[in-house]
Nanobody, 124 residues
């Protein structure tokens, strides 16, 4: 059984920062790519960042490029999403997910395991 547990969400003012963490257990964390998705009310879940198993490559959606940074520490079985210069439109539930493969994907169906989600609310 694989478990992904997110933490670090909360309420922040526009322009502020948050760091999300995703702690993994029960699987060879270091062998698989990790992704961060978000879902705002009334919108589809979207991939906003992803990182390969080795951290050799990353992906960012245009909406977060230059503001968010994805990273991972395989020794700690943990992935991170550093979010800077937050905007009200970043308000959403954020999910981490473990991919079926080591390479990056932006498709939700190519992620096998999901965290429970953490709420991020950015006030204006």
């Amino acid at each position: 059984q694989v478990q992904l547990v997110e933490s670090g969400g909360g309420l922040v003012q526009a322009g502020g920062s948050l760091r999300l963490s995703c702690a993994a257990s029960g699987r060879a964390f270091s062998s698989y790519a990790m992704g961060w998705f978000r879902q705002a009310p009334g919108k589809e879940r979207e991939c906003i960042a992803a990182i390969t198993w080795s951290s050799s490559s990353t992906y960012y959606a245009d909406s977060v490029k230059g503001r968010f940074t994805v990273s991972r520490d395989n020794a700690k079985n943990t992935a991170y999403l550093q979010m800077n210069t937050l905007k009200p439109e970043d308000t959403a539930v954020y999910y981490c997910a473990s991919a079926r493969y080591g390479s990056i994907s932006v498709k939700a169906e190519e992620y096998r395991y999901w965290g429970q989600g953490t709420q991020v609310t950015v006030s204006s």
